[in-house]
């Protein structure tokens, strides 16, 4: 797994991280306003969006009173290819087991054939 | 999370909030026929594995509290599975899966076979994972091992005109 995902998906393990970033997909928010909902300081937001940053999921504004967080949807286009990865690796498998299900149903067909020359 | 392309090619979803898999695929084939691919071991070690290792069964004994073990090997490499049948039913299945390097991460799955009429049939398999970083993992595995070989084996399959 390369560095950027394993820390996209670490700091995606946690619900508040998740729930951040759930309200980041509706727009930029201030650590005040991310903060609001939850029953726990700013600072502890402040380090969770810290994990967030570092694992690129969110950018941070330059407005130095504000510093509004920024989602970069780039990132979840890489979470979604990794995950489209996941699935053609399954798709792979069942188009082997389409080929050996295919090789029943042969089977059986020749059963019926042999069935019918010996009656 | 999930993706789907062509109607016929599995599709995948990764709950967001549950340490969930959930794969589904249509088959050309009976539900008896599906199950008989995932309980027979001969068949199973068929399709399991990425294209590029091979799959030796170990143990197998596909009824209710049964149990199995199967090793993919490529080259020096090794790895080894293995889980509990808990149930066995002609339009069901339910087991555990371990990967033994990581014996303690546990994944339940359900996997069950809809019958579509007319010879076809629909797999649904959901794997419960025991924590978000345990569904993750899973999701990982395999993201080195097997991307390359899996294209290579489509290519494959597409020269011969079986796609």
Known sequence: ?119 | MSTTTHRAEATIEAVPDLPVIRIVREFAATTQQLFRAHTDPDLYARWVGPASVSTTIDHWDARDGGSFRFRNHRGEEEFAFRGCFHTVRSRLIVQTFTWEGMPDDVALETLVFEDLGGGRSRLVVQSLCDSMEGRDAWLASGMEVGVDEGYAALDGLLADGAV
């Open chain 1, 1 to 119: 797994m390369s560095d950027q995902l394993s820390r996209v998906f670490a700091a995606l393990a946690d619900p508040t991280r998740r729930d951040m970033v759930a309200r980041l997909t509706s727009g930029d928010a201030t650590v005040g306003e991310l903060a609001a909902p939850y029953d726990v300081s700013v600072q502890a937001v402040s380090k969770h969006l810290k994990v967030l940053e570092e694992a690129g999921l969110v950018s941070r504004g330059r407005d130095a009173q504000r510093r509004p967080a920024h989602l970069e949807a780039e990132v979840f286009d890489l979470m979604t290819k990794w995950i489209e990865r996941y699935r053609r690796e399954a798709e792979e498998r069942y188009r082997r087991l389409d080929d050996v299900l295919a090789e029943l149903n042969q089977t059986n067909e020749d059963d019926r054939l042999q069935e019918g020359t010996a009656s």
